[in-house]
């Protein structure tokens, strides 16, 4: 009888961990959602960014050390964030530039992370060469460290 309670067990145990599985399972494909929409809204909060700082610039509306200004102003408005506030915003500006005349790049480049097209912008030197790495780190789900390589 013994051994009859310990299979019984044993099958139970097994149907909890598949049931446990599953729960996991959500928990993981919960969470990649949320960080593929939460990437999402920054990549078009950065375009949105950039497409306004190349207007402005092209319409001889602010000079060169407006950038600078602005990248004062967000940080006494929103102390939280980190790093050279300037360089980030002449980065949002080259995404913009690097692609808003390429209708077919430019949704490409949108589903990457930043630090993705970071990568890219800074080591791709020709659209051939961006549009390759664009579509090999979407197509193959490269990390930003195998798309460094």
């Not at 593929?36 to 060169?64: C, P, Q």
């Not at 600078?68 to 506030?85: D, H, K, M, N, V």
């Not at 808003?100 to 080591?123: F, K, M």
């Amino acid at each position: 009888m013994k051994s009859s309670s310990k299979a019984d067990s044993l099958r139970s145990f097994a149907k909890e961990q598949e049931s446990f599985s599953e729960i996991v399972k959500r928990i993981d494909s919960t969470r990649e959602k949320v960080v593929r929409t939460i990437n999402t809204g920054l990549i078009d909060l950065y375009w949105e960014i950039g497409h306004v700082i190349s207007r402005k610039i092209e319409a001889a509306k602010w000079g060169d050390g407006v950038v600078e200004q602005l990248a004062e102003f967000i940080a006494r408005t929103q102390p939280g964030l980190r790093g050279s506030l300037a360089q980030i915003l002449f980065r949002m500006r080259q995404f913009y530039d690097t692609y808003r005349s390429d209708e077919r790049v430019a949704p490409l480049a949108r589903q990457l992370s930043w630090s993705h097209n970071l990568v890219i912008l800074g080591q791709g030197k020709r659209a051939e060469e961006r549009e390759f790495y664009l579509r090999m780190a979407i197509g193959e789900q490269w990390s930003r460290r195998e798309l460094e390589r």
